[in-house]
T-cell receptor, first 109, second 113 residues
């Protein structure tokens, strides 16, 4: 699986937007960009995924660079419940998810 | 049910005993996955089921680990002669297709004394 690079940690204030970056310069044309998050003491939770176009759902937005070598997960208004480790994962034909270290997001009240 | 469920939520056992961990996937999901997460570590893939066959068992750490699945439903992960290094949270996930998003259960926390 192609590798992704994320900052180890980020901090945000409650009610403010958060932009979580991910670099994936070796992405192949068929790789989808998936984001999962893991809240403390819980299993991972699917957030969003996309291929080329920007995507929106009720949890977040995914902005994908035109060259697809990077992407940004956007939480429009962070809440304390969004504090978690966020994982950016490239998924081609491989069914298994390969989790890296992710970004630990801290949300300050 | 609405999501993936796992039981038990916690299991404490003595070294050398066998344990069985159960996963109930989301109804209609054909693919089922087992992962393991040791304390402070990332997720480690164990095994994947498509229907009731397991095309990929490559992640099972040793022959003490086995898993089975009944049809496109319940799966059981069995660990024989448990060792202390088996202590971890065992997570199950299911998906509609192998290319679809995976939905995870809450996990079973296994502690081997």
């Amino acid at each position: 699986d192609a590798k992704t690079t994320q900052p180890n940690s980020m901090e945000s204030n409650e009610e403010e937007p958060v932009h979580l970056p991910c670099n994936h310069s070796t992405i192949s044309g068929t790789d989808y960009i998936h984001w999962y998050r893991q809240l403390p003491s819980q299993g991972p939770e699917y957030v969003i995924h996309g291929l080329t176009s920007n995507v929106n759902n009720r949890m977040a937005s995914l902005a994908i660079a035109e060259d697809r070598k990077s992407s940004t997960l956007i939480l429009h208004r962070a809440t304390l419940r969004d504090a978690a480790v966020y994982y950016c994962i490239l998924r081609g034909s491989n069914y298994k998810l390969t989790f890296g270290k992710g970004t630990l997001l801290t949300v300050n009240p | 049910g609405a999501g993936v469920s796992q039981s038990p939520s916690n299991k404490v056992t003595e070294k050398g005993k066998d344990v069985e961990l159960r996963c109930d996937p989301i109804s209609g999901h054909t693919a089922l996955y087992w992962y393991r997460q040791r304390l402070g570590q990332g997720l480690e893939f164990l095994i994947y089921f498509q229907g009731n066959s397991a095309p990929d068992k490559s992640g099972l750490p040793s022959d003490r680990f086995s898993a089975e699945r009944t049809g496109e439903s319940v799966s059981t992960l069995t660990i024989q002669r448990t060792q202390q290094e088996d202590s971890a949270v065992y997570l199950c996930a299911s998906s509609f297709l192998t290319s679809s998003a995976q939905f995870f259960g809450p996990g079973t926390r296994l502690t081997v004394l």
